[in-house]
């Protein structure tokens, strides 16, 4: 794998007490990194290998030296499209469940909160603003990224108001209800704990 790079170009970022905060301007999302993935992401300068980071989230938080918490970030990350370049494995082992590494880390030592997390919002655009704006493409292309993060997400296949908000707002993306669409996409992401709209 080469050394990772994290994108930085049209990239927002504010430090909060647990998280930060990257805003892409360029894809109109808001993405939550916890403690680990953000040491992961700011480390990511293209020049340290994957170990190199691993030794650097140890230092900073204590968890294991344990490359396989890194490559979760960069898997994390690079969904997200916060890479130069999408993280690639390469030669070696799968890249380790969340399950398996939950277990490693707890065998160490560590808490749960240890575990590399991206949270991804997307944030409103003007024309998401004004209902009366919100044209049928802008529409199908928000259900479509909200649709894709749900389904990507363990905790809506356990979470009923998650599944009845999005089926909701496909039926209102079908009536050409747009701004009930919007309103019943921010219940998917609320009720997944993610930010608000």
């Given at each position: 794998m080469k050394n990772p790079c994290a994108r930085r170009k049209d990239i927002v970022t504010e430090t909060l007490a647990a998280e930060t905060i990257v805003y892409d301007q360029a894809n109109h999302r808001a993405h939550s990194l916890n403690r680990t993935v953000a040491l992961v992401w700011a480390s990511a300068d293209g020049k340290k290998s994957v170990e190199e980071i691993a030794g650097i989230l140890h230092r900073e938080t204590g968890i294991p030296e344990d490359r396989n918490v890194v490559l979760l970030a960069l898997e994390e990350l690079s969904t997200a499209g916060l890479l130069e370049t999408p993280a690639t494995q390469g030669a070696g082992p799968a890249l380790m469940t969340r399950r398996q590494l939950a277990r490693r880390l707890a065998m160490a030592g560590a808490t749960a909160a240890a575990l590399p997390l991206v949270a991804t919002v997307l944030a409103p655009t003007p024309a998401m603003a004004s209902s009366s704006g919100l044209s049928k493409t802008q529409a199908g292309t928000d259900l479509n990224q909200v649709e894709n993060e749900a389904q990507t997400d363990f905790w809506y296949y356990l979470d009923p108001a998650a599944k009845a908000d999005l089926l909701a707002a496909?039926?209102?993306?079908?009536?050409?209800?747009?701004?009930?669409?919007?309103?019943?996409l921010d219940g998917v992401i609320k009720a997944l704990g993610l930010p608000p709209l």
């Amino acid at each position: 794998m080469k050394n990772p790079c994290a994108r930085r170009k049209d990239i927002v970022t504010e430090t909060l007490a647990a998280e930060t905060i990257v805003y892409d301007q360029a894809n109109h999302r808001a993405h939550s990194l916890n403690r680990t993935v953000a040491l992961v992401w700011a480390s990511a300068d293209g020049k340290k290998s994957v170990e190199e980071i691993a030794g650097i989230l140890h230092r900073e938080t204590g968890i294991p030296e344990d490359r396989n918490v890194v490559l979760l970030a960069l898997e994390e990350l690079s969904t997200a499209g916060l890479l130069e370049t999408p993280a690639t494995q390469g030669a070696g082992p799968a890249l380790m469940t969340r399950r398996q590494l939950a277990r490693r880390l707890a065998m160490a030592g560590a808490t749960a909160a240890a575990l590399p997390l991206v949270a991804t919002v997307l944030a409103p655009t003007p024309a998401m603003a004004s209902s009366s704006g919100l044209s049928k493409t802008q529409a199908g292309t928000d259900l479509n990224q909200v649709e894709n993060e749900a389904q990507t997400d363990f905790w809506y296949y356990l979470d009923p108001a998650a599944k009845a908000d999005l089926l909701a707002a496909q039926n209102a993306y079908n009536s050409g209800n747009y701004a009930a669409e919007i309103a019943d996409l921010d219940g998917v992401i609320k009720a997944l704990g993610l930010p608000p709209l």
